[in-house]
């Protein structure tokens, strides 16, 4: 189902979002405080696990209220409520130069909500009436969902408690939140706030329109915010409480949205355009402090340090989402070594140093990394025949499709239209039809098929950790029988070794794994010109995860090899399953970029010296870095794992033919 | 018993006689017209169903209406706007095993020997007018060059089997097509035939453009046409999420038929929509979610 409104999300967005379970969120403690509300955080969609009990029983089928909660989420998303700009909202400036309206350093958000003598109160209003606008939006522009979202904000209609010992302000705004969710104004109310009732559901009902903005649904909040408070009398507030939220809305924060969405698109922006960190800090402190967006956590610790946890936990999950700063302009010693940009040297046999490419500096830095190649300790199983014996109708399907193009190579093509000379056959055969009195047929000549294979691959496979993940990520990892990831590599590996036997284009295969930059590993699995042996097949029966992801290196190792190699086209196929990742190598999210682009420089240079690389990922979110990583090089993203074993024999032809 | 009247047209003859419903995009039209003035070949790149077909269809009529003004002062030197007769349109269809000789000819066997059999490339060659290679990346590699003297300034073919070189006629001029596809691009255009085009993108029209046309197309009103159109531009997200391509506009052309004809919307765009773009189950799904949200 998660896969199902992931799709049905990103369909109706229009931008990058993803959708996951709200426990994810909670456990980050960035002031979601409760697993039980759907929420955005302006590129992700969280959604409740499970939907509480009073929503089980009612007459939606559970998946319904997913949905509604999901296009309110979405829609959040598709009318922009996390586009509000001050400025646009209003363009004469500040209506009351004694606020800190003015402070160029708070947000869009902070600075409308800081008009109000009660921010809390304007808050609130701004949450129902954006909401409303949603409501309308997805009720004109999703006549197919209306029905059922109607029935859901009835049901949410229904379900509002009597509040008991309310405030005027409180039964106002709680008055409010029900109008928003369509509930009459003839609705009973106490004599003297019939004519305020009146007029605030006129006020709300602007927002009808189809083009309101969330500018506008800020100043139907500022007049009801007037209509709620006439005076500024902020003794009144002292014990205001904020009504129950609306489940299918969930917990709107637009200004935490809004943080997280410029730090997620500002991955694009060249340094100087970036939010710089000591804005951001300043931002996200007075966030803390002054929103309730942020919600602490209950628990024993003073509010202060609550707060400043909060504060360094944001600021942690923002930097994942946006780059490191160049390390040119890094102050330095943000790495764990100090001699960090020390050349190596190889000193050792089998060692081999490479430079590595910081997209940062827009350089290589010299003598990197070191690369330690050893021949695969083979492994005493029987991998090899198992999987032949497993896979025997398939083994014996690609390799016959294998053995085709074999034949293709040196056999005579009969009866073509176009040729060498005539086929003799073929003629008599024309003759004695056209002598019958029937058509005889035009494909007369035959051609010699000179083609010569003059095809070297290298299959360079990924050995890191993460290939260790079971397939079927609901599996338990450690239970006997789990089929991972790396095992159906080996698998396809094993078809695919078996198959070109058939063909006999010299192939290597190489893993790589390691850790860090001074121990990037390359395991020698089969080299070019050695044939298959018993030796080779336990090897391959040897594969097994190890540690990171340092494809670069790797690469040009790779490269290298293929380079000594005479053969007029030569391929490098990549096999991953995830983005490069490594100690100082996009370790963590936030140098994700530098991998990426370092491993693209290893790509482009093996292409411009006339090798053809080829990239297949196993990774579903594969697109968002193959994309800056392959351009305009040739990759595939394989979906599902399982069809790895009929892809690679497929692409292996495609690519070399 | 009368037998039917089945016409046939030489293709020389193909001409397109009423104007194609075609909504410009940008200033294709001009851009295309200057090109056919200089005889520069035109290459058209994009997803399918983006009207690469149409577009071309309406040119031809358009370059064929003698009193086709593009540009009010057409450049000194220049050859006229409008083409002098009607130009035909001869459309070739590129797959797997075209080979050179199915484009330029062949001899074939007769009662009296052999004869030479003229190819649609080089009929349309000789009769002049616009030739529209379609696909032309799934086409074999050879025949890719065979087009190559006629791109340039020599603008002749040569029938290495005849020993001949025939010279393109005045007004004829090579358009080709291809999707580039988005990803694993097993198939690309080599870049000594790439460079020998001015090339046109095209991709899917915006929200009212494409409303426009499949209003015009399916003969739908206005609000279905626009909720197919909504329909697309949403599908279209999934591109690179589980999606190879985006849904064509001639899907939702396809769909609003359907509907005119009485299906009900859920179950047309399920067929020409979500059933036409992916086989994978979910996000089938995903996609009849999204049409069961915007259809009643």
């Given at each position: 189902?998660?896969?199902?409104?992931?799709?049905?999300?990103?369909?109706?967005?229009?931008?990058?979002?993803?959708?996951?379970?709200?426990?994810?969120?909670?456990?980050?403690?960035?002031?979601?405080?409760?697993?039980?509300?759907?929420?955005?955080?302006?590129?992700?969609?969280?959604?409740?696990?499970?939907?509480?009990?009073?929503?089980?029983?009612?007459?939606?089928?559970?998946?319904?209220?997913?949905?509604?909660?999901?296009?309110?989420?979405?829609?959040?998303?598709?009318?922009?409520?996390?586009?509000?700009?001050?400025?646009?909202?209003?363009?004469?400036?500040?209506?009351?130069?004694?606020?800190?309206?003015?402070?160029?350093?708070?947000?869009?958000?902070?600075?409308?909500?800081?008009?109000?003598?009660?921010?809390?109160?304007?808050?609130?209003?701004?949450?129902?009436?954006?909401?409303?606008?949603?409501?309308?939006?997805?009720?004109?522009?999703?006549?197919?969902?209306?029905?059922?979202?109607?029935?859901?904000?009835?049901?949410?209609?229904?379900?509002?408690?009597?509040?008991?010992?309310?405030?005027?302000?409180?039964?106002?705004?709680?008055?409010?939140?029900?109008?928003?969710?369509?509930?009459?104004?003839?609705?009973?109310?106490?004599?003297?706030?019939?004519?305020?009732?009146?007029?605030?559901?006129?006020?709300?009902?602007?927002?009808?329109?189809?083009?309101?903005?969330?500018?506008?649904?800020?100043?139907?909040?500022?007049?009801?915010?007037?209509?709620?408070?006439?005076?500024?009398?902020?003794?009144?507030?002292?014990?205001?409480?904020?009504?129950?939220?609306?489940?299918?809305?969930?917990?709107?924060?637009?200004?935490?949205?809004?943080?997280?969405?410029?730090?997620?698109?500002?991955?694009?922006?060249?340094?100087?355009?970036?939010?710089?960190?000591?804005?951001?800090?300043?931002?996200?402190?007075?966030?803390?402090?002054?929103?309730?967006?942020?919600?602490?956590?209950?628990?024993?610790?003073?509010?202060?340090?609550?707060?400043?946890?909060?504060?360094?936990?944001?600021?942690?999950?923002?930097?994942?989402?946006?780059?490191?700063?160049?390390?040119?302009?890094?102050?330095?010693?943000?790495?764990?070594?100090?001699?960090?940009?020390?050349?190596?040297?190889?000193?050792?046999?089998?060692?081999?140093?490479?430079?590595?490419?910081?997209?940062?500096?827009?350089?290589?830095?010299?003598?990197?990394?070191?690369?330690?190649?050893?021949?695969?300790?083979?492994?005493?199983?029987?991998?090899?025949?198992?999987?032949?014996?497993?896979?025997?109708?398939?083994?014996?399907?690609?390799?016959?499709?294998?053995?085709?193009?074999?034949?293709?190579?040196?056999?005579?093509?009969?009866?073509?239209?176009?040729?060498?000379?005539?086929?003799?056959?073929?003629?008599?055969?024309?003759?004695?039809?056209?002598?019958?009195?029937?058509?005889?047929?035009?494909?007369?000549?035959?051609?010699?098929?000179?083609?010569?294979?003059?095809?070297?691959?290298?299959?360079?496979?990924?050995?890191?950790?993460?290939?260790?993940?079971?397939?079927?990520?609901?599996?338990?990892?450690?239970?006997?029988?789990?089929?991972?990831?790396?095992?159906?590599?080996?698998?396809?590996?094993?078809?695919?070794?078996?198959?070109?036997?058939?063909?006999?284009?010299?192939?290597?295969?190489?893993?790589?794994?390691?850790?860090?930059?001074?121990?990037?590993?390359?395991?020698?699995?089969?080299?070019?010109?050695?044939?298959?042996?018993?030796?080779?097949?336990?090897?391959?029966?040897?594969?097994?995860?190890?540690?990171?992801?340092?494809?670069?290196?790797?690469?040009?190792?790779?490269?290298?090899?293929?380079?000594?190699?005479?053969?007029?086209?030569?391929?490098?196929?990549?096999?991953?399953?995830?983005?490069?990742?490594?100690?100082?190598?996009?370790?963590?999210?936030?140098?994700?970029?530098?991998?990426?682009?370092?491993?693209?420089?290893?790509?482009?240079?093996?292409?411009?010296?006339?090798?053809?690389?080829?990239?297949?990922?196993?990774?579903?979110?594969?697109?968002?870095?193959?994309?800056?990583?392959?351009?305009?090089?040739?990759?595939?993203?394989?979906?599902?794992?399982?069809?790895?074993?009929e892809r690679l024999p497929d692409l292996y032809r495609a690519l070399t033919t | 018993m009368a037998t039917p009247e089945v016409r046939t047209y030489r293709v020389e003859e193909c001409v397109i006689e009423t104007q194609p419903f075609y909504v410009p995009r940008a200033d294709e039209v001009e851009v295309f017209a200057a090109a056919f003035r200089q005889r520069i070949p035109v290459l058209l790149k994009g997803p399918t169903g983006t009207g690469k077909t149409r577009f071309v269809e309406y040119m031809a009529w358009t370059l064929s209406q003698p009193l086709t003004k593009l540009t009010p002062q057409a450049p000194a030197g220049s050859r006229p706007a409008a083409a002098v007769r009607p130009l035909p349109m001869i459309t070739i269809s590129c797959h797997e095993d075209l080979t050179a000789s199915d484009l330029v000819g062949r001899f074939l066997l007769d009662a009296d020997g052999t004869r030479w059999v003229d190819g649609p490339l080089t009929r349309a060659v000789k009769a002049g007018g616009i030739c529209y290679l379609d696909e032309i990346v799934e086409a074999r590699k050879d025949t890719t060059v065979v087009i190559h003297p006629l791109t340039d300034h020599r603008r002749t073919l040569p029938i290495e089997k005849l020993g001949q070189?025939?010279?393109?006629?005045?007004?004829?001029?090579?358009?080709?097509?291809?999707?580039?596809?988005?990803?694993?691009?097993?198939?690309?255009?080599?870049?000594?035939?790439?460079?020998?085009?001015?090339?046109?993108?095209?991709?899917?029209?915006?929200?009212?453009?494409?409303?426009?046309?499949?209003?015009?197309?399916?003969?739908?009103?206005?609000?279905?046409?626009?909720?197919?159109?909504?329909?697309?531009?949403?599908?279209?997200?999934?591109?690179?999420?589980?999606?190879?391509?985006?849904?064509?506009?001639?899907?939702?052309?396809?769909?609003?038929?359907?509907?005119?004809?009485?299906?009900?919307?859920?179950?047309?765009?399920?067929?020409?929509?979500?059933?036409?773009?992916?086989?994978?189950?979910?996000?089938?799904?995903?996609?009849?979610?999204?049409?069961?949200?915007?259809?009643?």
């Amino acid at each position: 189902m998660l896969h199902v409104l992931d799709n049905y999300c990103r369909a109706l967005a229009g931008r990058q979002v993803t959708v996951a379970s709200c426990e994810k969120l909670v456990d980050k403690n960035l002031g979601w405080a409760r697993t039980q509300l759907p929420t955005c955080d302006g590129t992700t969609i969280y959604l409740p696990p499970n939907l509480p009990d009073e929503l089980q029983a009612s007459e939606l089928p559970g998946f319904a209220w997913y949905k509604v909660m999901a296009t309110h989420q979405v829609g959040q998303l598709e009318w922009g409520s996390f586009d509000f700009q001050y400025a646009r909202a209003y363009p004469q400036g500040h209506a009351n130069p004694e606020l800190p309206t003015s402070d160029p350093a708070l947000a869009d958000y902070a600075r409308f909500f800081a008009r109000f003598p009660q921010p809390r109160l304007a808050r609130d209003l701004f949450a129902i009436t954006e909401a409303f606008r949603i409501d309308c939006r997805v009720l004109d522009n999703y006549p197919g969902l209306a029905p059922t979202y109607q029935r859901a904000r009835e049901h949410c209609l229904a379900e509002r408690v009597q509040l008991v010992r309310a405030s005027a302000q409180e039964s106002f705004v709680e008055w409010a939140l029900r109008a928003s969710l369509g509930q009459p104004a003839s609705v009973v109310a106490p004599a003297i706030h019939v004519r305020v009732a009146e007029q605030a559901s006129q006020v709300l009902a602007q927002l009808r329109a189809a083009h309101s903005s969330v500018e506008a649904a800020a100043h139907v909040a500022t007049e009801l915010y007037r209509l709620a408070a006439p005076t500024a009398d902020v003794a009144a507030f002292a014990h205001y409480r904020s009504p129950v939220g609306v489940f299918y809305r969930g917990a709107f924060k637009p200004e935490l949205a809004r943080l997280f969405r410029d730090a997620h698109d500002s991955e694009n922006l060249r340094p100087p355009e970036r939010p710089n960190n000591l804005e951001r800090r300043k931002q996200l402190q007075e966030l803390v402090r002054h929103s309730h967006e942020a919600e602490t956590p209950d628990s024993e610790l003073p509010e202060e340090i609550a707060q400043q946890a909060l504060v360094e936990n944001l600021e942690d999950a923002l930097s994942q989402r946006a780059p490191p700063p160049p390390p040119g302009h890094d102050s330095g010693g943000s790495d764990e070594d100090q001699d960090n940009n020390d050349a190596l040297e190889a000193t050792d046999p089998g060692t081999f140093t490479y430079d590595e490419w910081d997209a940062g500096r827009q350089r290589y830095r010299k003598a990197f990394c070191l690369l330690h190649e050893a021949t695969l300790v083979a492994a005493d199983n029987d991998l090899y025949a198992a999987t032949l014996r497993d896979h025997a109708a398939l083994a014996e399907r690609i390799r016959r499709h294998f053995e085709a193009i074999a034949a293709q190579l040196d056999r005579k093509q009969m009866r073509l239209h176009d040729g060498d000379d005539l086929d003799l056959d073929a003629v008599v055969e024309a003759v004695v039809d056209r002598k019958c009195g029937h058509t005889p047929s035009d494909k007369l000549f035959f051609r010699r098929n000179k083609q010569e294979r003059d095809v070297a691959v290298a299959f360079l496979l990924d050995m890191s950790s993460s290939t260790g993940d079971p397939v079927d990520r609901k599996a338990d990892r450690y239970a006997t029988g789990t089929q991972r990831l790396i095992d159906v590599e080996r698998q396809s590996l094993v078809l695919l070794a078996h198959a070109l036997q058939a063909l006999g284009d010299p192939y290597g295969i190489y893993g790589f794994s390691g850790y860090g930059r001074k121990r990037v590993e390359l395991h020698v699995i089969k080299e070019l010109n050695e044939p298959l042996s018993a030796n080779v097949k336990q090897r391959i029966g040897a594969i097994e995860p190890q540690s990171a992801t340092r494809m670069g290196p790797a690469i040009r190792h790779t490269t290298q090899k293929l380079l000594a190699h005479p053969a007029r086209h030569r391929y490098l196929f990549l096999l991953s399953d995830g983005r490069p990742q490594d100690q100082g190598y996009g370790d963590h999210a936030a140098s994700q970029l530098y991998a990426v682009h370092d491993t693209r420089m290893a790509l482009l240079d093996a292409h411009r010296r006339g090798i053809t690389p080829f990239c297949l990922a196993i990774d579903k979110s594969g697109h968002d870095y193959l994309g800056t990583m392959m351009q305009d090089l040739r990759y595939e993203v394989l979906w599902d794992v399982a069809m790895l074993p009929e892809r690679l024999p497929d692409l292996y032809r495609a690519l070399t033919t | 018993m009368a037998t039917p009247e089945v016409r046939t047209y030489r293709v020389e003859e193909c001409v397109i006689e009423t104007q194609p419903f075609y909504v410009p995009r940008a200033d294709e039209v001009e851009v295309f017209a200057a090109a056919f003035r200089q005889r520069i070949p035109v290459l058209l790149k994009g997803p399918t169903g983006t009207g690469k077909t149409r577009f071309v269809e309406y040119m031809a009529w358009t370059l064929s209406q003698p009193l086709t003004k593009l540009t009010p002062q057409a450049p000194a030197g220049s050859r006229p706007a409008a083409a002098v007769r009607p130009l035909p349109m001869i459309t070739i269809s590129c797959h797997e095993d075209l080979t050179a000789s199915d484009l330029v000819g062949r001899f074939l066997l007769d009662a009296d020997g052999t004869r030479w059999v003229d190819g649609p490339l080089t009929r349309a060659v000789k009769a002049g007018g616009i030739c529209y290679l379609d696909e032309i990346v799934e086409a074999r590699k050879d025949t890719t060059v065979v087009i190559h003297p006629l791109t340039d300034h020599r603008r002749t073919l040569p029938i290495e089997k005849l020993g001949q070189v025939v010279e393109a006629a005045d007004d004829f001029l090579l358009v080709v097509s291809y999707n580039p596809g988005y990803q694993s691009a097993l198939k690309d255009l080599k870049h000594s035939t790439r460079q020998r085009f001015v090339a046109l993108e095209f991709d899917f029209p915006e929200l009212a453009q494409e409303t426009r046309i499949i209003a015009h197309e399916a003969g739908t009103d206005e609000a279905t046409a626009k909720r197919l159109a909504t329909l697309g531009q949403k599908v279209r997200n999934l591109r690179e999420h589980g999606l190879a391509e985006g849904v064509s506009t001639r899907m939702l052309v396809y769909a609003g038929r359907l509907i005119r004809e009485g299906v009900s919307p859920k179950r047309a765009c399920q067929v020409a929509v979500t059933w036409g773009v992916t086989d994978e189950r979910e996000t089938q799904r995903s996609i009849d979610e999204v049409v069961s949200s915007i259809f009643a």
